[in-house]
């Protein structure tokens, strides 16, 4: 059994058949196809530092966004730090090469976190939603992948978060497709949009699942998500 993330990464063959325009819609994404949310971050977090502070500030909006009222204030949000930090070192068991997962914050990566989380929030959780959005939807696992959890299920849209200093990639789609694949093969949640967020540079993109396998198969949701979950679960994929 393998996870989401390694089965977006590695298995690059079974990708350029499955979705031969993928790569094109990326370059048309990141050449201005995006939403422009707000100007990028000029935070002077390190490199060593930066998925530290990302984690911490996922794990921070994660927290406020099941409360009834959302504080709204930086001082409020601080009082949630530290269990935020707590959080993000006891699920780490593996930090990434060459990170720090265990310095304190500093001053500047608190305001970096409280920024992200400022942005994720106008984004995500706007004052007009019905109703708070749901982090960490579970996928159930099929095939060879196992049980997994997504980013943030707003609604009917699903978004994932990258917050590095970098644009859009094409396992960044390859990632939410393969949610999406899960979720079509169990029915588990209703999903008709899919995006993707990135409060660091302040981008963001948001089409139809439909639009979206299109664009990077020329397939509907049934051929491409359903092949998708057909080749986890047959077992006979190639990387």
């Not at 990708?15 to 990326?26: E, H, K, M, Q, S």
């Not at 530092?49 to 099941?66: K, P």
């Not at 959005?133 to 095939?143: V, Y």
Request: aromatic share 8%; hydrophobic share 40%.
């Amino acid at each position: 059994m393998i996870t989401e993330l390694t089965f977006a990464r590695d298995f690059s063959s079974f990708w350029r058949v499955a979705t031969p325009t993928l790569d094109g819609f990326i370059h048309q994404v990141n050449s201005g196809l995006y939403d422009r949310d707000a100007a990028p971050m000029k935070a002077p977090t390190g490199s060593n530092r930066r998925a530290f502070v990302n984690e911490v500030a996922f794990e921070l909006y994660c927290r406020v966004a099941l409360l009834p009222k959302a504080p709204s204030h930086g001082n409020d949000l601080r009082n949630f730090l530290d269990a935020s930090v707590a959080a993000v070192r006891k699920a780490t068991n593996s930090p990434l090469p060459d990170s720090d997962y265990h310095n304190a914050l500093r001053a500047d990566e608190q305001a970096d976190v409280l920024e992200q989380v400022r942005r994720l929030r106008a984004r995500l959780t706007p004052a007009s939603a019905p109703q708070p959005p749901t982090p960490r939807p579970r996928f159930p696992g099929c095939g060879i992948i196992n049980t997994c959890y997504g980013d943030i299920l707003a609604g009917e849209t699903l978004f994932e978060i990258k917050a590095g200093d970098r644009s859009f990639r094409s396992v960044d789609v390859r990632q939410i497709l393969t949610y999406l694949a899960l979720n079509y093969a169990s029915g588990t949640h209703r999903i008709l949009r899919a995006g993707l967020v990135n409060p660091r540079v302040g981008t963001s993109i948001e089409l139809g699942v439909d639009d979206l396998c299109y664009q990077v198969s020329g397939q509907d949701r049934g051929g491409l998500l359903g092949g998708i979950a057909h080749a986890i679960s047959s077992g006979g994929i190639s990387r």
